[in-house]
């Protein structure tokens, strides 16, 4: 049947006859047996009948041993021989040994039954001894059975002459106190528990056998069923220190293998710098960061890391965890090396503008001077052309040369056209714009040197020279080569 069936049949039973408590016990059972009521929040079987029906528990123990007793195999059906009797008789019959249950019949009363209760010789222990009794003004007080065979004090037999508790086995002599699960409706408890079939109190056979007397000593603490709704409080707070502690060994073990870990290296904490967004205007404190990025557990990855945050700091799969003020004082570091980097490939972009402009000068100039060159000696060449002729010209034997008789002008027009025509025209070649001289040579030699200094100061030792220093160099060691070459004269300037 499911909850809510049983549920109804309870309150569709309480009002009714004897068989109808019978039936109320059966499902107050059925409910215990599979822990439905902790649907509904309650804690017990006894919770939920006050909750719902506001039975008391003395009434819904009765219930349920009605049932158990009076049915046929425990189940909802009632033994014929009992079907009829009123509730009352049931009750009474419960106290009723098996023998005795036997002589009710239909016709015997509530006060016959009662008399046969009291007809009962005087009740013995467990083990079937009278209780302990001590002559006259004797030093001995222990409560027990048999003379002395059995204490109270240490049994944990159900015993209807029992005259103290059994007492918790770690409860010091000193001051002690007693086992909880012996009381008549902790065990009733029990009964109605998850756990019955297994539990140690209601089933001694499965308790540790005690040296000496080979009695069993039932006891929470050896109980393997931890979440049993009846589990005593001291087994729950041993159940607690357990938990406690290996939960702190669990840290301990977890904190030494992050101590063991290695420190964060420089490539993880400038992936760090990008993956938190760091930027160069930013100032970077271990309060600010824990703002921005310590408010929960987090966690993501960049340039090939991947990067837990916690309130606590920072950390990766292979490095120990740092703190946030551990991470910002890395972290400015990273970023006050991109700004030193930035400033020099910043003045180095205006070195070269600089550079560019001075040469391109300067080329402007060097063309300005060869071109008023050629003008001077194209000058130079129409003043020799336009001197007139020395009429005394005197040959190499002192002797005054003979003016030669003069050619045609046309003649001699004639053979300059054809003079023209045979000799290919030449123009005068323009200056070349990527010729440079040894100055210019100078100049870049000095400002290469001055930026790869400029670079190996702005990288720590530990790094490897990143390629714009290789590339730095290369041009510095070519740039001072070709120098060489010019001052001995091994290249053209």
Not at 88 to 101: C, F, T
Request: glycine share 8%; net charge negative.
């Amino acid at each position: 049947m499911e909850y809510q069936d049983l549920k109804s049949g309870i309150r569709n039973h309480l009002n009714d006859a004897a068989e109808d408590f019978f039936m109320v016990g059966y499902f107050l059972r059925q409910i215990s047996e599979n822990a439905l009521f902790t649907e509904d929040g309650y804690k017990s079987i006894w919770d939920f009948a006050k909750g719902e029906y506001g039975l008391s528990t003395s009434s819904a123990s009765r219930f349920m041993a009605i049932n158990a007793r009076f049915s046929i195999d425990g189940g909802e059906h009632m033994a014929e021989k009992y079907i009829g009797m009123g509730v009352s008789k049931l009750q009474e019959m419960l106290g009723l040994p098996d023998e005795e249950l036997e002589k009710v019949t239909q016709e015997t009363t509530v006060r016959e039954i009662r008399a046969m209760k009291k007809k009962q010789e005087e009740p013995k222990s467990f083990f079937g001894l009278p209780k302990t009794v001590y002559p006259e003004g004797s030093l001995l007080s222990t409560k027990g059975c048999g003379d002395g065979k059995y204490t109270c004090f240490s049994c944990a037999r159900p015993c209807g002459i029992r005259q103290e508790e059994r007492y918790c086995r770690d409860a010091p002599l000193g001051n002690p106190f007693p086992c909880t699960q012996m009381d008549d409706e902790k065990r009733l408890d029990i009964e109605a528990g998850l756990f019955s079939e297994k539990c140690q109190h209601l089933h001694p056979e499965l308790a540790p056998i005690r040296e000496g007397d080979k009695e069993p000593t039932p006891c929470c603490q050896d109980c393997e069923n931890k979440t049993c709704f009846s589990r005593c409080d001291v087994a729950k707070k041993r159940d607690e220190d357990e938990r406690k502690k290996e939960q702190a060994e669990l840290q301990k073990r977890q904190k030494e293998a992050e101590g063991k870990k290695p420190d964060m290296t420089q490539k993880e904490i400038e992936s760090l710098y990008g993956w938190l967004g760091i930027k160069p205007e930013d100032k970077i404190t271990g309060a600010w960061l824990k703002e921005q990025h310590g408010r929960s557990y987090h966690g993501g990855g960049y340039g090939g890391d991947y990067f837990n945050c916690t309130p606590r700091g920072v950390k990766t799969e292979r490095s120990k965890e740092m703190t946030w003020g551990e991470v910002a004082k890395a972290l400015k570091e990273v970023q006050e090396k991109k700004k030193g980097l930035a400033d020099l490939a910043e003045r180095n972009a205006a070195a070269q503008k600089s550079l560019r402009d001075a040469l391109k000068e300067k080329e402007q100039q060097r063309k300005e001077e060869k071109a008023a060159a050629q003008k001077a000696e194209r000058e130079a060449a129409r003043q020799t052309a336009a001197e007139p002729e020395n009429p005394d010209i005197i040959d190499a034997d002192f002797r005054e040369v003979e003016d030669e008789p003069k050619d045609d002008p046309a003649q001699e027009a004639a053979e300059a056209r054809d003079e023209r025509q045979e000799e290919p025209i030449t123009q005068e070649p323009e200056p070349d714009p990527e010729e440079y001289g040894r100055l210019d040579v100078d100049l870049l030699l000095d400002k290469y040197r001055r930026d790869l200094k400029a670079y190996r100061e702005a990288f720590s030792k530990e790094d490897c020279p990143p390629p714009i220093i290789q590339k730095q160099r290369i041009i510095a060691d070519a740039l001072a080569l070709l120098l060489e070459q010019l001052d001995r004269g091994g290249a053209e300037d």
